[in-house]
T-cell receptor, first 112, second 110 residues
Framework: EAQVTQNPRYLITVTGKKLTVTCSQNMNHEYMSWYRQDPGLGLRQIYYSMNVEVTDKGDVPEGYKVSRKEKRNFPLILESPSPNQTSLYFC???????????FGQGTRLTVV | SQQGEEDPQALSIQEGENATMNCSYKTSINNLQWYRQNSGRGLVHLILIRSNEREKHSGRLRVTLDTSKKSSSLLITASRAADTASYFCATEDSNYQLIWGAGTKLIIKP
């Protein structure tokens, strides 16, 4: 079954404690992306990757890091989380040119 | 990036009625896609319309695309309670970037 798997689904952490949200896809997609979704602000892109070892900043990259060492995995790293990073996070993947994007189920992060 | 604007931001209709949502965008596109999001869940792809297509159907969904006006509409016919969700349009630009609208929240009243 084609899918994007994010973990964890829910996470409560304290300010400054480094965390990683994992994302894995089984469709051999070149393109992967991280978004955060906040009420009234829609989906905002954090980082994206067009292939292995190629990553680029999206609209709201501050405070986040990513890596793309393998095609299937695209982890999101928060080196020093802050309360303003409390949000719902989504990972997505797709193959460019007229194909749909697949989304993970989301990670609800709370930073206290 | 966000370039799309959905209209209306929220829509509440009776079950059985048709629901129409609109999306406008700014740059040239390869295609335009519509997605549904149930509360707090991941987005699910509904339908894709290519830039050289004007209309597309899938079950109770009808999508139109007017590239001269840079706009699209999503029509859901004979709405059901299960259609209650947020609906997003996304445009794929020439760099293969997906650019998202802010979404329309649809509520179907029983």
């Amino acid at each position: 079954e084609a899918q994007v798997t994010q973990n964890p689904r829910y996470l409560i952490t304290v300010t400054g404690k480094k965390l990683t949200v994992t994302c894995s896809q089984n469709m051999n997609h070149e393109y992967m992306s991280w978004y955060r979704q906040d009420p009234g602000l829609g989906l905002r892109q954090i980082y994206y990757s067009m292939n292995v070892e190629v990553t680029d900043k999206g609209d709201v990259p501050e405070g986040y890091k990513v890596s793309r060492k393998e095609k299937r995995n695209f982890p999101l790293i928060l080196e020093s989380p802050s309360p303003n990073q409390t949000s719902l996070y989504f990972c997505a993947s797709f193959s460019p040119a007229n194909t749909e994007a697949f989304f993970g189920q989301g990670t609800r992060l709370t930073v206290v | 990036s966000q370039q799309g604007e959905e209209d209306p931001q929220a829509l509440s209709i009776q079950e059985g009625e048709n629901a129409t949502m609109n999306c406008s965008y700014k740059t040239s596109i390869n295609n335009l896609q519509w997605y549904r999001q149930n509360s707090g869940r991941g987005l699910v792809h509904l339908i894709l319309i290519r830039s050289n297509e004007r209309e597309k159907h899938s079950g109770r969904l009808r999508v139109t695309l007017d590239t001269s006006k840079k706009s699209s509409s999503l029509l859901i016919t004979a709405s059901r309670a299960a259609d209650t969700a947020s609906y997003f349009c996304a445009t794929e630009d020439s760099n293969y970037q997906l650019i998202w609208g802010a979404g329309t929240k649809l509520i179907i009243k029983p």
